[in-house]
Every structure is written in structure tokens, then in C-alpha cells.
T-cell receptor
Framework: NAGVTQTPKFQVLKTGQSMTLQCAQD?????MSWYRQDPGMGLRLIHY???????DQGEVPNGYNVSRSTTEDFPLRLLSAAPSQTSVYFC????????????FGPGTRLTVL | QQPVQSPQAVILREGEDAVINCSSS?????VHWYRQKHGEAPVFLMI?????EQKGHEKISASFNEKKQQSSLYLTASQLSYSGTYFC????????FGQGTRLTINP
């Protein structure tokens, strides 16, 4: 099993550009989520999904879109990148929401100039 | 709502003990604990479910008091490998993490 994979590992964008961060898992997990991590801010939940076709907002959803067309994939789209979105982004999955162990991907380091 | 962790940072010598606390203003049904090494992804340590149970992982254990809406992580006889940032997470539908506690273990 590859676990949770994320691409790309690093990305530099200019303000106003859009892009998609990819996340995939091969563990047949129903629950997937996206977090961003900034120094001193911990992990903040952006969006999450409890199954294919179902997504919901987390703590900091503005400026991001998600969709979940398959169990395996959960891409995160930045609509119009801003310097405030410079961060490390982690995708995570678990078998069950709430009480399930979260498996994290290796992260994507994004810089917006 | 984000749980609150304390302290924000701890510096220990190898072999010393540490306690990291996590509290919430909302009712807790479960508490997650994760450790993150610098430049890496967070790694699961344990989950505590409603019932006041205590769990253990090597020399790391935790307690959960749902009445007080608190959990504590205990690191006993710390090793250099315990260095990192520890996060607690709460929430049944959305898993929300605290701001983290940075633990430094010196030889």
C-alpha cells in the first residue's frame, strides 16, 4: 500500500494563479480531509469529506474548493492564489470519521509570490 | 473550535518526564494525539474515547476526562526520539487540532 500520496511536493505560484493539489489514498478510507499548517498555528482544517460525493467546510475554507468523485481521490483547488495561502498542505484519510486514526500524506509546500 | 494545548513548549533532559494538556470548551467524545517531527507529516499516537480510559504507547500514555473536557499526554523517562511537536485533536464530525506543543529533549 502506498498509503496517502500528495502531489506536487513543492509549488511556487504567482498571485492570482489557480492550481490543484492532488491527494490519493489506496486504503479504501471513507473519510478524507485537507489541513494547512502555518508556523505557530497548528493544523487547521480546510475541507473534509465523509464519502464520495459528500464534502463540507472546515475551519478555514475560504479560497479553496474540493470535490470527491471517487473514494480514492480528494483534490484541493486554489481558485485565485494569494500570498496568505503560502503554507504547507496536508491531506489525511481515515477509515472512520471522528474515532478513526488519521493517516497523513507527506505534504505539499506551497509558496505564493 | 480549536482545543487549547499547554504548555506551548517544553525543554527536557533525556530521562525526565513531561505532561502536555489539552482542553476544550465543547463536550468531548474522543481525543486524538499525534506527534510531528520537523519537516515530516504528523503521525498517530493514540485515540481516547469517552469513558475516562487511559491508553499507552511505549512510555507515552494519556488520560481523558470528559467531564472536565480535558486530556493529558504523559511522557515518561523521555528519550531523544520523543522530540517533536505534539498535537491533540477533537471532534466527531470535523477533527480539529490544537496549536501544538513543541517538545525538545536534550542529552
Amino acid at each position: 500500500n502506498a498509503g496517502v500520496t500528495q502531489t506536487p511536493k513543492f509549488q511556487v505560484l504567482k498571485t492570482g494563479q489557480s492550481m490543484t493539489l492532488q491527494c490519493a489514498q489506496d486504503m479504501n478510507h471513507e473519510y478524507m480531509s485537507w489541513y494547512r499548517q502555518d508556523p505557530g498555528m497548528g493544523l487547521r482544517l480546510i475541507h473534509y469529506s465523509v464519502g464520495a460525493g459528500i464534502t463540507d467546510q472546515g475551519e478555514v475554507p475560504n479560497g479553496y474548493n474540493v470535490s470527491r468523485s471517487t473514494t480514492e481521490d480528494f483534490p484541493l483547488r486554489l481558485l485565485s492564489a494569494a500570498p496568505s495561502q503560502t503554507s504547507v498542505y496536508f491531506c489525511a484519510s481515515s477509515r472512520r470519521q471522528g474515532a478513526g486514526e488519521q493517516f497523513f500524506g507527506p505534504g505539499t509546500r506551497l509558496t505564493v509570490l | 473550535q480549536q482545543p487549547v494545548q499547554s504548555p506551548q513548549a517544553v525543554i527536557l533532559r533525556e530521562g525526565e518526564d513531561a505532561v502536555i494538556n489539552c482542553s476544550s470548551s465543547k463536550a468531548l467524545y474522543s481525543v486524538h494525539w499525534y506527534r510531528q517531527k520537523h519537516g515530516e507529516a504528523p503521525v498517530f499516537l493514540m485515540i481516547l474515547l469517552k469513558g475516562g480510559e487511559q491508553k499507552g504507547h511505549e512510555k507515552i500514555s494519556a488520560s481523558f476526562n470528559e467531564k472536565k473536557q480535558q486530556s493529558s499526554l504523559y511522557l515518561t523517562a523521555s528519550q531523544l526520539s520523543y522530540s517533536g511537536t505534539y498535537f491533540c485533536g477533537t471532534g466527531a464530525q470535523k477533527l480539529v487540532f490544537g496549536q501544538g506543543t513543541r517538545l525538545t529533549i536534550n542529552p
